[in-house]
């Protein structure tokens, strides 16, 4: 398995609304990361996790909350999001952080 | 800071037509990854360059990693309708410990 699994592939919430974003991969990386992309944008870091622990935080609002339940999982929790957090959530994975970075095909979020 | 400047930002060219994309820094990379990127989807690995001097090919798509390892070009020829998408050049952070993108090159061919 070479693939990094996203889901939802798109969601609509309320700004009221909590929902979460998940996030698989089975190529025994220690490294995942959650990356935001606006259109026609470069992706943005928003956090990186090395061996199931946080190990960075790009000062990214507390309304998102990552979670790392093993190797292969990766979350991230939203809550009293704003219209403007509406973008291409993509999450990656990685051996070492130096090569073989893998992306998932995103989750496509629109904050109503 | 490490940057990473791309240029173009925008193309428009027919098909068939060469173009060449640049990837920019002030700081010395350890390795430069180019990705393309399709709308709706998430990057795709198209090459690793690591050794200053590099050069790779990939069928039509040749990459160049600058002697002093702080620039990269990508060059394709004849391009085709099936190449249009956003290209990336990312490299690793000083700290080794995640992936930071130019700002893209939005790339359209025309038949």
């Known amino acids: 398995d070479t693939e990094v699994t996203q889901t939802p592939k798109h969601l609509v919430m309320g700004m009221t609304n909590k929902k979460s974003l998940k996030c698989e991969q089975h190529?025994?990386?220690?490294?995942m990361y959650w990356y935001k992309q606006k259109a026609k944008k470069p992706p943005e870091l928003m956090f990186v996790y090395s061996y199931e622990k946080l190990s960075i935080n790009e000062s990214v609002p507390s309304r998102f909350s990552p979670e790392c339940p093993n190797s292969s999982l990766l979350n991230l929790h939203l809550h009293a999001l704003q219209p403007e957090d509406s973008a291409l959530y993509l999450c990656?994975?990685?051996?070492?952080?130096?090569?073989?970075?893998?992306f998932g095909s995103g989750t496509r979020l629109t904050v109503v | 800071t490490q940057l990473l400047e791309q240029s173009p930002q925008f193309l428009s060219i027919q098909e068939g037509e060469n173009l060449t994309v640049y990837c920019n820094s002030s700081?010395?990379?350890?390795?430069l990854q180019w990705y393309r990127q399709e709308p709706g989807e998430g990057p795709v690995l198209l090459v690793t360059v690591v050794t200053g001097g590099e050069v790779k090919k990939l069928k039509r798509l040749t990459f160049q990693f600058g002697d002093a390892r702080k620039d990269s070009s990508l060059h394709i020829t004849a391009a085709q309708p099936g190449d249009t998408g956003l290209y990336l050049c990312a490299g690793v952070n000083q700290a080794g410990t995640a992936l930071i993108f130019g700002k893209g090159t939005t790339l359209s061919v025309s038949s």
């Open positions: 700081s010395v990379f350890s390795s």
């Open positions: 990656a994975s990685s051996q070492t952080g130096t090569y073989g970075y893998t």
């Open positions: 190529m025994g990386h220690r490294a």
